[in-house]
Nanobody
Framework: QVQLVESGGGLVQPGGSLRLSCAAS????????MGWYRQAPGKQRELVAQ???????NYPDSVKGRFTISTDNGKNTVYLQMNSLRREDTAVYYC?????????????WGQGTQVTVSS
């Protein structure tokens, strides 16, 4: 079995910063991709950062230049550094990892962590 544990969410003022972490454990043979998604109330879940293969990253325009995804593959952990936070960044943030367990790749989700940007 694979378990993803997220941490680092919370309440922050506009302009502030937060760092999210997502640690994967279990019988993981390899990691193909790591990403962060968010879902605000009444909205669809959306990608906010992704890192794949050899390390290429992908960000939507809404967070580009403010959010940075990074990994510590030795610890099977992915991070999301969020700077210059805005009220519209308020959402539940989920990590998603594409992992090989046994001989099969599958997508695994974290439990979600609330980020609230408010004064």
């Amino acid at each position: 079995q694979v378990q993803l544990v997220e941490s680092g969410g919370g309440l922050v003022q506009p302009g502030g910063s937060l760092r999210l972490s997502c640690a994967a454990s279990g019988r993981i043979k390899s990691i193909a991709a790591m990403g962060w998604y968010r879902q605000a109330p009444g909205k669809q879940r959306e990608l906010v950062a992704q890192i794949i293969g050899g390390g290429s990253t992908n960000y939507p325009d809404s967070v580009k230049g403010r959010f940075t995804i990074s990994t510590d593959n030795g610890k099977n952990t992915v991070y999301l550094q969020m700077n210059s936070l805005r009220r519209e960044d308020t959402a539940v943030y989920y990590c998603k990892l594409r992992l090989m367990v046994g001989t099969i790749f599958g997508d695994y989700w974290g439990q979600g962590t609330q980020v609230t940007v408010s004064s």
